[in-house]
T-cell receptor
């Protein structure tokens, strides 16, 4: 078990550019989540997948954001036309749901985005 | 909707002293409760969780928390802290039957020698 991995760990970009982040969940985990954490705050839910299906998107996720999980394994989060307000830590988490109440989310190290 | 309030934004503490981090939540339905720790430049690591059963929950690294339904609280405690416990701690709730976590704003613990 190698845990949840995220790439890149850091990304600096200029306003207006597009960026894409990748998340590799723990193998066999069927749920994958994206959260955003701004300075001094706790993480906020953005979206989640069960297998390849995106089941919910937060109102925080504007039209410039898109997430995919094409084969039910890794996921990508793309931000188009970045704005300075997008600067944050983007966290990915995964969990295994198997019919019971147990659904502990395990987090990756995050991708820190800085928009200049 | 549920919300989480962490009552202390910063807690300075001396090494080997006890520490308590306070967390209150509000929810119209039953919830699961979690404490996560975040070390500098790292992701969140699960410390402990309350799903059901005994209201006193023991976690990793000597931490424990007690669920108090009447006071809607889930305070985290450690009887003797180490320098390595310096980190940010987040309380989180998840509504039963739901999947997303709602986090508090975090408590920064600084342990001094």
């Amino acid at each position: 078990d190698t845990g949840v991995s995220q790439n890149p760990r850091h990304k600096i970009t200029k306003r207006g550019q597009n960026v894409t982040f990748r998340c590799d969940p723990i193998s066999e985990h069927n749920r994958l989540y994206w959260y955003r954490q701004t300075l001094g705050q706790g993480p906020e839910f953005l979206t989640y997948f069960q297998n390849e299906a995106q089941l919910e998107k937060s109102r925080l996720l504007s039209d410039r954001f898109s997430a995919e999980r094409p084969k039910g394994s890794f996921s990508t989060l793309e931000i188009q036309r970045t704005e300075q307000g997008d600067s944050a830590m983007y966290l990915c988490a995964s969990s295994l749901i198997s019919g019971g109440a147990e659904d502990t989310q395990y987090f990756g190290p995050g991708t820190r985005l800085t928009v200049l | 909707a549920q919300s989480v309030t962490q009552l202390d934004s910063q807690v300075p503490v001396f090494e080997e002293a006890p520490v308590e981090l306070r967390c209150n939540y509000s929810s119209s339905v039953s919830v699961y409760l979690f404490w996560y720790v975040q070390y500098p430049n790292q992701g969140l690591q699960l410390l402990l969780k309350y799903l059901s059963g005994s209201t006193l929950v023991k976690g990793i690294n000597g931490f424990e928390a007690e669920f108090n339904k009447s006071q809607t609280s889930f305070h985290l405690r450690k009887p003797s802290v180490h320098i390595s416990d310096t980190a940010e701690y987040f309380c989180a709730v998840r509504k039963r039957g739901d999947y997303k976590l709602s986090f508090g704003a975090g408590t920064t613990v600084t342990v001094r020698a």
